[in-house]
């Protein structure tokens, strides 16, 4: 495909090719009664084969369909479309001051014109300046401290980015944004929760699932959701901001040890697991979803806890594993494994004396299920006795992600295996939830009088 | 709490305690104007305490609840629930044929009295006398060919099940029902998906969220689902009939390569990923839910591809994940690795020189995601670019237990490593969705013509 009209296919191709125009250039788009113009930006693989994108002088982007009487008319040569962030919108000193930490991520990002890949490039300012609203909602400072794929974050950026929203924290803002690549975002959410206790305000994380410069982009609306719950939700927690649905509507803040992405691509990839998100944002008011919450406090004092001991690992088992995996992490160093079993949380009986072996070497095993959804129960089926038997502790309905985050930070508060195995199975901030909500619609509770 | 009346709590161990039975005692509950009388038997950890559970004559199990006006009168001394299968019905040799053949798992279990964990026992033939309707769909011969916790299952039990299975379809059989344990059905699903080829009837795997012996069982409804579609669904294919809600009415069949444990106790917890379900039985009828299927044709002559390499590992990604787990199992010797990345298909980049060791290894390498819906998409970002120029390749939308099964029989059928590779990333089975269910309702296809 020509790196002319990178992205575009079909019907959209087709007319792009008759109008002579390449990306970049200055286009005009007529269609029925309606003109637009802007400037030609390149699609993603994702595209479909029917919209002409283009960047229109707010800045925006819009997708026009093609039909069969739409016309293009190329009205100016070729340039990059313009990124420079305008001067700064004044700053209205009344409004609440909300800190937007950015660590990189499609939210900060945009294709590259060379390669058709998008990278993490954008500022935080850059990503205030896309989005004026922003000035009505707070006062906004910028940091920022990463700019990374979030695949590539580590438990020492974790450590990082606690210390640095708890700055901002110390030096009295209303609220943190942290803007984050979406891949591992569940995991930093989980972090910062363990890591940031006693919040006097809230701290939000967003993302984008589709960069700012495309016509599908979440990136707006999502900022837009995470700047006003951190100037003005009544809630002091960590909590993630994506969208609710595919459309263009609300945002959900979910709770950041409750949270997952679930799908590759879509825009409302992220979902509350087995709880239900703190709050929404919709039509700029914010609704709470639960009355189980900390209220914010400008009087309650952070407490700073940082500590993540990286000689953790993650096994998800699977039919046949080796149990060599398990030894292999042993004998390695390695102080924590989170084993994510099948159902109820098992594993093959061949995995059962290497898991004892670690245990013997003052090893934490804990136990997660790979169905995602429930809740681990280690007493119903002889293999989960047995493993209980021997020392594996059963997390409940914690996710396995937070599980992994958790069991970091739990070896990394308490030197005694004992405290730290204490502080895993403690429910800190919402990781357990007491009775989960898929749980509590199974049939056991609303049995009828007849069942075979 | 007592063996003798294990599992109760609440208002109804109240009760119970008030009337002096035990478990294995024959009762009478009086309450409101019905009379129910049976065997008490024990309850799960799970249940509630509200309901008494007792074993009818008929062998269903019954869930009474206890409320103020409810009476319990123990009626005959304790003896143990009588499960010698009575004498096998008449068989009606003009209906079809089916197979049963049981691998274990809940539902062929029972609570085991001893230690109230459930255990693998009952045979096929057990099965069958427990449901009498069988008899009114199908002439069902049974084999017990293993009795195993599916989560012991290992790709040399794949090898077996597919062999006895295409034994029973030689033999003549109309349908073959597959008796597992849910924990790995998924994985069982693709393997006969992938090792029964050119199937001429169906093969219908089916379990049970809860063993037949407890108030809310879903076995009776799945097996009577599964013997429906084995005897006369119109497609012959490798397919998972399980609940589709957590209410008695309908069955889902799942597409054998699409189907995933989604959570630990419902009766609902398999859902087909990325794709539509084949059909689905309800009210006695199959109810198709594609049209591109392979139809039931007995002049098609099987092909039976049995072999799996076990050397092939599933490694999931986490936030700092240490790169020597991919070197570990290449001196183990292992010939393929299915890597669970991130969103679009994701490690990071200190994965890179590992991966770049196990390709020049000649270690097929295939990533999917741990998002579970969606499609791995690796030309967006530069690393996953990066990932394909080393030579991962991408698997679509296809589940990750599905392509570590797929990966081990490429490599079971394929001594050369390109004619593996092709084998993989051909679809065979339906295990690839042209473009996937969730994925068109992305707005990227909908979109109106503004967005920002």
Not at 54 to 59: D, Q
Not at 377 to 387: E, F, I, Q, S
Request: charged share 25%; net charge positive; with cysteine.
């Amino acid at each position: 495909m020509s790196e002319k009209l990178l992205g575009y296919k079909g019907k959209a191709l087709d007319v792009l090719l008759d109008s002579k125009a390449e990306v970049g250039d200055l286009i005009r788009i007529t269609k029925d009664e309606s003109t637009y113009e802007g400037i030609l930006i390149p699609r993603s693989e994702l595209g479909d084969d029917k919209h002409v994108v283009i960047k229109i002088k707010s800045g925006y982007n819009v997708g026009v369909e093609v039909t069969s009487i739409t016309k293009i008319t190329k009205i100016g040569a070729k340039r990059r479309p313009a990124f420079t962030p305008p001067d700064l919108p004044e700053q209205n000193r009344s409004l609440p001051k909300v800190t937007i930490v950015s660590t990189g991520g499609t939210i900060a990002s945009r294709v590259d014109y060379r390669t058709g890949a998008v990278r993490p490039a954008i500022s935080a300012r850059d990503l205030y300046s896309i989005v004026p609203e922003l000035s009505n909602l707070a006062m906004v400072d910028t940091e920022i401290l990463f700019s990374v794929f979030s695949e590539d974050l580590t438990p020492k950026h974790w450590i990082k980015t606690a210390e640095t929203v708890a700055k901002h924290i110390l030096n009295g803002t209303d609220g943190v944004v942290v803007t984050h690549g979406t891949d591992t975002m569940g995991y930093t959410a989980a972090a910062l929760s363990f890591a940031l206790q006693n919040l006097p305000v809230p701290v939000i994380i967003v993302g984008a699932q589709r960069s700012e410069d495309r016509p599908s982009s979440d990136a707006a609306l999502n900022l837009v959701g995470a700047v006003l719950a951190a100037s003005k939700a009544p809630f002091a927690e960590v909590a993630v901001a994506m969208h609710e649905s595919v459309s263009d509507e609300a945002v959900v803040l979910h709770r950041g040890t409750k949270v997952r992405k679930l799908h590759t691509s879509r825009r409302d990839a992220f979902k509350t697991v087995n709880a239900q998100p703190v709050a929404k944002v919709s039509n700029g008011q914010i609704v709470m979803l639960t009355e189980n919450y900390q209220p914010r406090s400008k009087e309650r004092k952070l407490v700073l806890k940082p500590e993540f001991e990286e000689k953790v690992a993650l096994i998800k088992f699977y039919p046949g594993m080796n149990p060599k995996v398990i030894d292999w992490h042993v004998e390695a160093g390695y102080k924590g494994i989170v084993l994510e079993g099948t159902g109820l949380g098992h594993v093959r009986q061949e995995c059962f004396s290497s898991i004892k072996r670690a245990v013997g070497n003052n090893v934490i095993v804990a136990m997660t299920s790979q169905c995602i959804w429930g809740r681990v129960n280690m007493n119903v089926y002889t293999n989960g006795r047995d493993l209980v038997a021997m020392g594996v502790i059963p997390l409940q309905d914690m996710l396995t992600e937070t599980a992994l985050v958790k069991l970091m930070w739990s070896l990394g508060q308490k030197q005694d295996i004992d405290e730290a195995k204490k502080l895993l199975t403690t429910n800190l901030v919402h990781e357990i939830s007491e009775r989960s909500i898929e749980q509590s619609k199974s049939p056991d509770t609303k049995q009828t009088q007849k069942e075979t």
